[in-house]
């Protein structure tokens, strides 16, 4: 007896079967793209976080009263010390914890300062990047022990101007000449760089004690907890510690993981709704497919082929239908995140086209669809009788 051809059917019933497809299309391509937008938060985390430690490490000073650089009787209930005077006191302090720092050799400059927060934009979330306000001379230092390369503008040279990379500058859609939130900063110069990197002079007239210390180094401080722990003072990335790091080569690895492990839950949640109530949309269109077929598997068992060979008949047509529908979803997808690669470029993000984490939550998804889609040829396969069989009744 001849075998049942899936193709036959499904040729002669074009657009139903094309409806299958691009019903599985669908599915799998909203999968992995919808990931693929909201990934680019990870992404530029991780360029912040690990990258940009590669050659400049913050940490922020939590609390001088441990570390016993200033002079604690200004903050007392009798003393009459005025802000500007505690101020100064605190500004003095960590100009004397530098000192002390920079005698350890591993340091090749650590800088004091404030911290121009700069806020960088993802399609989902956003991340923050410390830019240091600096002195001239030590902007000067900073250009040119990262060899910054002026893409356009001037390096800063006055107060409250700012460096910035490529990237950011798109990012934040600016260019040289515009103000950065507000009229006192200035954009004067963009370099190329290959992460975010941003860094100004610190404004005449600031108000705000310099507890930013920033590391200059390629490579000589593997661990600012430890480099911390040699001078006798304690460091974490908690608040509660004398000094919490902000990004360093070490513990930065684990912030980006946690960061990562934050967003996978919403992201998670997003794409199992979005695989829920496709998979329940797609189980109807499926199910509405097989009930058409009732008729034609009763003629083949009345033929004489057996509820087995109609059954893989059955799967075959599913077979194709899914690959076919795999296949529009891959031409789909490298579409549409090419696209998204564009603008995303264009946004100055940083992104990944290839997700093995969202390829293999979609093979686990369509793994487990292909077994919920039995359910109504099952069903069926209980109801389909020859027609022998349906006289008799």
Not at 89 to 105: C, P, W
Not at 324 to 330: D, R
């Amino acid at each position: 007896m001849q075998r049942l051809r899936a193709w036959f059917y499904l040729k002669n019933n074009k657009k139903r079967a094309a409806i299958l497809v691009v019903s599985f299309g669908l599915f799998f391509t909203l999968l992995y793209v919808v990931q693929f937008f909201l990934y680019p938060t990870y992404y530029m985390a991780e360029v912040v976080f690990i990258k940009g430690a590669e050659k400049m490490q913050v940490a922020y000073i939590n609390s001088f009263g441990a570390l016993g650089y200033v002079d604690l009787s200004l903050w007392e209930k009798d003393s009459r010390a005025t802000e500007e005077e505690l101020i100064a006191e605190i500004n003095r302090g960590s100009a004397q914890l530098v000192q002390e720092l920079r005698k350890d050799s591993a340091a090749d400059y650590v800088f004091v300062c404030n911290s121009y927060n700069i806020r960088l934009n993802a399609f989902s979330g956003d991340i923050i990047y410390f830019a240091p306000m600096l002195t001239k001379d030590e902007m000067d230092i900073m250009t040119e022990y990262l060899e910054l390369e002026l893409a356009e503008g001037a390096f800063p040279q006055n107060p409250g101007e700012l460096l910035m990379d490529v990237k950011m500058a798109r990012n934040m859609g600016i260019s040289v000449g515009d103000t950065v939130y507000d009229s006192r900063t200035k954009l004067t110069g963009i370099v190329k760089y290959d992460t975010y990197f941003a860094a100004g002079i610190d404004y005449a007239d600031t108000v705000y004690p310099d507890r930013y210390l920033y590391f200059l180094d390629n490579g000589t401080i593997p661990d600012l907890k430890e480099f911390f722990a040699r001078q006798g003072i304690e460091a974490g990335e908690d608040s509660f510690s004398v000094i919490q790091i902000i990004s360093d080569r070490t513990n930065m690895t684990k912030e980006a993981r946690e960061y990562k492990d934050s967003i996978a839950i919403p992201l998670r949640v997003m794409s199992y709704s979005i695989a829920a109530v496709l998979g329940i949309t797609l189980f109807f269109v499926y199910r509405l497919h097989v009930q058409d077929r009732y008729a034609e598997w009763c003629l083949y068992r009345s033929l004489g082929y057996s509820e087995k060979e109609v059954y893989l008949l059955a799967f075959r047509e599913y077979g194709i239908c899914l690959g076919m529908g795999v296949l529009a979803a891959a031409l789909l997808t490298v579409l549409l995140c090419g696209t998204g690669s564009v603008l995303m470029s264009a946004r100055g993000m940083f992104y990944e086209c290839w997700l093995p984490e969202a390829f293999m939550q979609i093979l686990g998804i369509g793994t487990l669809l292909t077994g919920v889609m039995q359910i109504p040829v099952v069903y069926a396969m209980q109801k389909v009788k020859t027609i022998d069989a349906m006289e008799e009744e």
